[in-house]
T-cell receptor, first 113, second 112 residues
Framework: EADIYQTPRYLVIGTGKKITLECSQTMGHDKMYWYQQDPGMELHLIHYSYGVNSTEKGDLSSESTVSRIRTEHFPLTLESARPSHTSQYLC????????????FGPGTRLTVL | EDQVTQSPEALRLQEGESSSLNCSYTVSGLRGLFWYRQDPGKGPEFLFTLYSAGEEKEKERLKATLTKKESFLHITAPKPEDSATYLCAVQTKTSNTGKLIFGQGTTLQVKP
């Protein structure tokens, strides 16, 4: 059973607001990921982290930023939200030593008006 | 370019009517193929990982198989609670991120 949490589950905000999407895992996994999923579309990687103080951008260009100060915590921030940021954001984590399986959180559905 | 294609996009079955979902992949080198189940408004739930051609894994009414070009998710005597979107994803040997490349999914509806 995966223990990975995301808050909030749903967020509706106005254009220009700064937001932070939270992601936490209690499995001690070193690797963490952020994916973006539009309705009916496939997931695309936007950020990943190998461990504390290690973050990289994924394949899909995103105006969001991430930080990894603690192993269990991987927040995503949008400095100035726009309607084009409306999407589902999914956080995942995986362990080391050949344990490649990524476990996903419940997601945050973001709507920017 | 690494690519994953799932078919059909949508599938409607009667309860008890067995069928298979297909996942075709084109990658530079397969490290692993993953199946997930996703319910509306939720994150993907892990089902199986397959690493080499010929490998099979089972869980309740689901059985996943792998060849060098595709994977099948066989659903035997499905029930309405099996209704969901099933996602296939691959991880490549050349990726240094461990990222998953996803297909668009197959949305399964099982009617009682």
């Amino acid at each position: 059973e995966a223990d990975i949490y995301q808050t909030p589950r749903y967020l509706v905000i106005g254009t220009g607001k700064k937001i932070t999407l939270e992601c936490s895992q209690t499995m001690g996994h070193d690797k963490m990921y952020w994916y973006q999923q539009d309705p009916g579309m496939e997931l695309h990687l936007i950020h990943y982290s190998y461990g504390v103080n290690s973050t990289e951008k994924g394949d899909l260009s995103s105006e969001s930023t991430v930080s990894r100060i603690r192993t269990e915590h991987f927040p995503l921030t949008l400095e100035s939200a726009r309607p084009s940021h409306t999407s589902q954001y999914l956080c995942a984590s995986s362990g080391d030593r050949g344990q490649d399986t990524q476990y996903f959180g419940p997601g945050t559905r973001l709507t920017v008006l | 370019e690494d690519q994953v294609t799932q078919s059909p996009e949508a599938l409607r079955l009667q309860e008890g009517e067995s069928s298979s979902l297909n996942c075709s992949y084109t990658v530079s080198g397969l490290r692993g193929l993953f199946w997930y189940r996703q319910d509306p408004g939720k994150g993907p739930e892990f089902l199986f990982t397959l690493y080499s051609a010929g490998e099979e894994k089972e869980k309740e009414r689901l059985k996943a198989t792998l060849t060098k070009k595709e994977s099948f998710l066989h659903i035997t005597a499905p029930k309405p609670e099996d209704s969901a979107t099933y996602l296939c994803a691959v991880q490549t040997k050349t990726s240094n991120t461990g990222k998953l490349i996803f297909g668009q999914g197959t949305t399964l509806q099982v009617k009682p």
